[in-house]
């Protein structure tokens, strides 16, 4: 028993400095493990080459150093019936076994614990050396990590405590028979036993911690991914509705721009027979009037290819209504504009939309009724906006005036309307002059006058 009594105070100090060093080397590991937790599984990390080696040498290296140190200094007596040479080969084949065993088993963790406690035991029991192998506990306190990172918490604790207890009952069992009195056995309980109880136990206590964190942090995963695909989704609706804005704006400005050049074309025709002169320079403005239609519909269709990073000029309102009205005289129609209030009253949705059913009586006055006088009317009172457009007959038949629009401005108005409880109302005179009349309330909005 000289490995007991002798030389056991000695090694159990240096037994318990090394499992002391190595919980802080694995408190220090825990953290970024617990950041990797749904990255790399516990044993996929222990299958590897790499991982053997670190515990077949963080176990071997403590377990000769006492042996060693005995047969170089010569303190103390050798009182092993096994040669050195002989002893220190089992010694680093029992750790070598205990590494790869728990290497290989990983997947198994049951069979790694197990395994794990043979090789210790082996090493304690057969070479009659249970304080020389106590560094061995770290590799049984490695596999009961792996237990309690892959199975569940009470599972974890039943083997925990069974295999712990039956290890430190086969160690008792073994110094009975072999003599050793009562108080030195409770003494070798206490200590040998109590270590490797507190190092596995504590093992097995962090994988489970590691488990439940690993368990989180996937369903902290699987919510990150739900809310992106969401906001991906979001992402997506608001770019279909933005090309679907952009699309209205083609039909909006492609339509005031087209019928502005059949009004010109119009004039040209009638003045052509008795001033050619001033015809010709009516199809000049024809032309520049193509070109900066082309040009607007090229920077809209450029919007739509990149409704994602391209910025778009502010909506239009009621504080441009001088600016349309004037872009139709410059055309040679015949429109007067009467504006009581001020534009900016308004709340912005309120003014934007107003001015976008100006615009689209605009673009039908000159598409269906060529040549006739228009009147535009706006009245910003206390809590409303109304609008008027009133044009009179059309002073010259065009034959493919059914061809003229898409039927998407009064449809696209009425559906703005609605959103705002606004009002459309449109009639005709009975004499070929039609009248589009909005209201918008103010009530029913939030937007703050732009």
């Known amino acids: 028993m000289h490995s007991i009594e002798s030389a056991g105070g000695a090694s159990r100090t240096r037994g318990t400095t090394s499992l002391a060093a190595g919980s802080v080397r694995e408190d220090e590991a825990v953290p970024a493990l617990l950041h990797r937790a749904t990255d790399a599984r516990v044993d996929t990390v222990l299958r590897s080459p790499v991982a053997a080696a670190v515990l077949f040498v963080a176990t071997v290296i403590p377990v000769c150093s006492d042996p060693l140190v005995t047969l170089i200094t010569g303190r103390g007596e050798w009182t092993l019936q096994l040669p050195p040479v002989v002893f220190m080969a089992l010694v680093i084949l029992a750790c070598l076994v205990q590494a790869l065993a728990v290497s290989r088993l990983a997947?198994?963790?049951?069979?790694?614990?197990?395994?794990?406690?043979?090789?210790?035991?082996?090493?304690?029991?057969?070479?009659?050396?249970?304080?020389?192998?106590?560094?061995?506990?770290?590799?049984?306190?490695?596999a009961m990590f792996a237990l309690g990172s892959a199975r569940p918490a009470a599972l974890v604790a039943i083997w925990a405590?069974?295999?712990?207890?039956?290890?430190?009952?086969?160690?008792?069992v073994w110094a009975h028979l072999q003599g050793v009195p009562t108080v030195l056995i409770a003494s070798f309980v206490l200590t040998e036993g109590g270590g490797l109880a507190t190092i596995a136990w504590?093992?097995?206590?962090?994988?489970?911690?590691?488990?439940?964190?690993?368990?989180?942090?996937?369903?902290?995963?699987a919510r990150a991914l739900q809310i992106e695909r969401a906001q991906q989704a979001a992402i997506d609706a608001s770019r279909d509705n933005e090309r679907g804005r952009i699309a209205q704006e083609l039909h909006d400005v492609a339509g005031q721009h087209l019928a502005g050049l059949v009004s010109l074309c119009d004039a040209s025709i009638e003045l052509a027979p008795a001033h050619p002169a001033r015809a010709l320079e009516l199809i000049e403005e024809v032309r520049a009037e193509g070109r900066y239609a082309a040009a607007s519909l090229y920077g809209a269709l450029g919007d739509?290819?990149?409704?994602?990073?391209?910025?778009?000029?502010?909506?239009?309102?009621?504080r441009r209504l001088e600016e349309l009205v004037g872009f139709w005289q410059?055309?040679?129609?015949?429109?007067?504009?009467?504006?009581?209030g001020s534009p900016?009253?308004?709340?912005?949705?309120?003014?934007?939309?107003?001015?976008?059913?100006?615009?689209?009586?605009l673009s039908n006055a000159a598409k269906h009724a060529p040549g006739a006088p228009v009147r535009v009317s706006v009245a910003v009172r206390a809590e409303e906006v109304e609008a008027r457009v009133v044009n009179g007959?059309?002073?010259?038949?065009?034959?493919?005036?059914?061809?003229?629009?898409?039927?998407?401005?009064?449809?696209?108005?009425?559906?703005?309307?609605?959103?705002?409880?606004?009002?459309l109302q449109t009639s005709d005179d009975g004499a070929?002059?039609?009248?589009?009349?909005?209201t918008i309330p103010f009530a029913a909005q939030t937007g703050e006058p732009g």
């Not at 405590?161 to 008792?172: D, E, F, P, R, S």
């Not at 739509?304 to 009621?318: E, F, I």
């Not at 070929?432 to 909005?438: M, P």
Request: glycine share 8%.
């Open 393 to 423: 007959p059309a002073r010259r038949d065009r034959d493919d005036e059914a061809e003229l629009g898409l039927g998407w401005g009064l449809q696209s108005l009425a559906d703005k309307l609605a959103l705002v409880d606004g009002r």
């Open 161 to 172: 405590v069974g295999t712990v207890t039956a290890a430190i009952a086969v160690l008792v």
């Open 107 to 142: 997947t198994r963790p049951e069979l790694a614990v197990l395994a794990s406690l043979g090789c210790y035991l082996a090493a304690a029991v057969a070479l009659n050396v249970p304080t020389w192998a106590t560094p061995m506990h770290l590799v049984v306190a490695v």
């Open 202 to 221: 504590a093992a097995a206590g962090l994988g489970v911690l590691w488990a439940a964190h690993a368990r989180r942090t996937r369903r902290a995963d």
């Open 330 to 340: 410059e055309r040679g129609a015949e429109v007067s504009l009467a504006f009581t």
């Open 432 to 438: 070929g002059g039609w009248e589009l009349r909005v």
């Open 304 to 318: 739509l290819r990149a409704v994602d990073t391209g910025a778009h000029s502010p909506t239009p309102d009621l």
């Open 344 to 361: 900016s009253t308004p709340p912005t949705v309120v003014s934007a939309i107003a001015y976008q059913a100006v615009r689209e009586a």
